[in-house]
C-alpha cells in the first residue's frame, strides 16, 4: 500500500488562510477527497475554507496561481485514471510540474492531492469514503497546513544571506 511509512501530520493552522482546489471528474472520489481535505482542516483550526471547483486536473495548476498570493496554503485535489492513451501522463506530469513551480514560486504552500491512479478501484481506495485504505484528501491538507506552519517559523531569506 503506498501509504505505507507515511509520516503523522499534524499542525495547528488557526488563522491561516486555506483554500482547496478541486476538480470536477469522477465525482464520488472528488468528494471524498474534499471531504477528507476539509476534516483535516477543521482539525487544524482553519475556518472559513473556500472550495473552488475547475473542470478537470489540468486546471488547478492556474486555479492555485491566482490563488496563491492571496493563502497561506492550498490543497490541491483531482484524480486521473489511466486510459489507452498517453493522456494520463501528460496531465499527470503537467499538473505535478505545474503545482511544484506555482509553489516555489509564490512560496505558498500547495497540498497535493492529486491521484494517479490505474482504474477506478485504486481511486476509491484512495479517496478517504468508507471502506477506503487511505484519505489522500486529509494527507494533502495536513501537509499543505504543516508545511504552511513551518515556512512561518523560518525568518525570510534575503539575497546574499
Excluded at 55 to 74: F, K, W, Y
Excluded at 82 to 90: A, K, S, V, W
Excluded at 130 to 145: F, I, L, Q, R, Y
Amino acid at each position: 500500500m503506498s501509504g505505507h511509512g507515511a509520516p503523522a501530520v499534524s499542525a495547528d493552522g488557526s488563522g491561516l488562510r486555506v483554500a482547496i482546489v478541486a476538480a470536477s471528474w469522477h465525482t464520488e472520489v472528488m468528494d471524498g477527497l474534499v471531504a477528507g481535505a476539509q476534516r483535516a482542516l477543521a482539525e487544524a483550526g482553519v475556518v472559513d475554507v473556500p472550495v473552488v471547483r475547475v473542470p478537470g486536473t489540468v486546471e488547478l495548476t492556474v486555479a492555485c496561481a491566482r490563488l496563491a498570493p492571496a493563502h497561506d496554503a492550498l490543497v490541491a485535489l483531482g484524480v486521473v485514471i489511466r486510459g489507452g492513451t498517453p493522456h494520463f501522463d501528460y496531465v499527470c506530469s503537467g499538473v505535478t510540474h505545474g503545482l511544484t513551480e506555482v509553489s516555489v514560486r509564490t512560496g505558498c504552500p500547495i497540498g497535493f492531492g492529486v491521484l494517479t491512479c490505474d482504474d477506478d478501484a485504486q481511486a476509491l481506495d484512495r479517496a478517504g469514503l468508507p471502506g477506503s485504505s487511505e484519505d489522500k484528501g486529509h494527507e494533502a491538507a495536513m501537509a499543505a497546513v504543516a508545511t504552511a506552519v513551518t515556512l512561518g517559523d523560518l525568518a525570510p531569506r534575503t539575497l546574499g544571506a
